[in-house]
């Protein structure tokens, strides 16, 4: 496999599984799955070259840009991107593991290209024109006008939200940093409760990452009870990310709160336990 590949908007069904990279959509029978960005990025690199082996070191640098990544991360988003398809490593149905070398996608893909110039990629038989369109001279059907291409903002608000998060962090940061009376600071957090509102319309209100924002909102505003109900609200919904209460420049407010440290202990445990059910079974 090439270390470097162009990109495409090629679209990828397998078994009820849709997945639409001009959309960044993954579906199953229609309904939205959950999937962080790398595991996605990674199953893309996988369904283009799907039926072949591609090593570990390509999957880095298609992924990650092989920078101070090891290859544990990348065996444990393949765990994760594993369950999110519903496919297990001992019985595979999609990907299997190439011994020390790689990992291969095995399923049946029904690969489908994007319209060019009006126009879907020709297929071996005719179609009869479409209501409203003429057949040419030649008996050809008349090009149609151009198909509407589905926005990224169309796609799965879960997905949408997480490319948006690293943005969202720094807005939420740079606030900290502004004065509680500041002009630009009551703009930022305006535009946080925008967002944050319009992700909750979109379906996303009980993602984790979510709660966790929100949380770091209400801090920012100097409501000290509701970040610290978020926050629980946060960790009991899934979230994990110990490192982001000590990053997050917001929780500097609250660094000598009983009942915030109370909290980042919670996080921490449950965090531990987390990563001990992550850690795969020693080889027999």
Do not use: C
Request: glycine share 6%; hydrophobic share 40%.
């Amino acid at each position: 496999m090439p270390r470097s590949e162009p990109e495409s908007d090629d679209t990828y069904r397998f078994d009820g599984i849709l997945v639409e990279p001009a959309a960044h959509r993954l579906e199953r029978d229609g309904r939205p799955l959950a999937v962080e960005p790398k595991a996605y990025t990674l199953l893309l690199t996988l369904l283009r070259h799907a039926g072949e082996m591609v090593s570990k070191d390509a999957l880095l640098d298609s992924v990650w840009g092989h920078h101070h990544v090891t290859s544990g991360v990348l065996n444990r988003v393949v765990s994760q991107l594993r369950r999110t398809l519903g496919d297990s490593s001992a019985q595979p149905r999609y990907i299997a593991t190439v011994h020390s070398l790689g990992y291969r996608f095995i399923g049946k893909v029904q690969r489908t290209r994007p319209a060019s110039d009006g126009n879907v990629e020709a297929s071996t038989a005719t179609a009869p024109p479409m209501p409203g369109q003429a057949r040419a001279a030649d008996g050809k059907t008349a090009a149609a006008p151009m198909t509407y291409r589905r926005r990224f903002t169309d796609g799965d608000p879960y997905l949408n939200f997480l490319d948006l998060q690293q943005f969202l962090n720094q807005l939420a940061n740079w606030a900290a940093l502004l004065p509680p009376d500041d002009a630009q600071r009551r703009t930022i957090l305006a535009v946080l409760h925008l967002e944050y509102a319009r992700l909750r319309e979109n379906g996303v209100a009980t993602t984790p990452s979510l709660l966790y924002h929100e949380a770091v909102l209400a801090v920012l505003e100097g409501n000290r009870q509701a970040a610290i109900a978020g926050l629980t609200q946060a960790i009991d919904a899934g979230f994990r990310d110990g490192s982001a209460l000590r990053r997050d420049l917001a929780w500097r407010a609250l660094t000598d709160d009983a009942d915030f440290r109370y909290q980042l202990q919670r996080l921490d445990a449950q965090r531990g336990n987390w990563q001990a059910r992550l850690a795969p079974s020693p080889a027999r």
